[in-house]
């Protein structure tokens, strides 16, 4: 029994429409997911990077609110570097242990400056431009 033309042509076209098909799977598995991924890392890294500016931002405040005598300024800028630390931490993958152990450190330097903001406030501000430059080393673009 002879096939009829309009089979084979049919067959022919589901064929080629497979063959399609697979090419846009393998594709997308070789080279748009990877790419996905990395813009995802990327996107991640650059979102931890505004928190620790955010951070930075706190730290130089408490430095400001020393040098004008505001003690309770100083204070509560350590407190908000504090709390960003913790959001910084929140966001840190479970993969960058030395980040987070970083951050944990630096978290806790800013709850000894928020205690020492009104007792030493020279120590609170070199422990505030160590925060900062520890925060600037570790996100460095």
């Given amino acids: 029994m002879a096939m009829h033309p309009l089979k084979k042509g049919l067959i022919g076209f589901l064929v080629i429409d497979a063959l399609f098909i697979v090419a846009a799977v393998a594709l997308y598995v070789w080279l748009v997911q990877p790419r996905i991924h990395d813009l995802e890392a990327q996107r991640d890294r650059m979102t931890r990077m505004n928190g620790a500016m955010v951070a930075r931002v706190h730290a130089v405040e408490g430095r400001l609110a020393i040098a004008s005598g505001d003690g309770a300024g100083a204070q509560r800028a350590a407190g908000d570097l504090a709390t960003a630390l913790d959001a910084l931490l929140k ?3 479970k993969t960058e242990t030395r980040e ?10 800013a709850m000894l400056v928020q205690d020492e903001a009104t007792s030493d406030p020279q120590a609170a501000r070199r422990d505030f431009e160590l925060l ?4 600037a080393t570790l996100y460095a673009r």
């Fill in 91 to 93: 966001q840190v993958p």
């Fill in 100 to 109: 987070a152990d970083e951050l944990t450190n630096l978290r806790a330097r």
């Fill in 132 to 135: 900062d430059a520890r925060l």
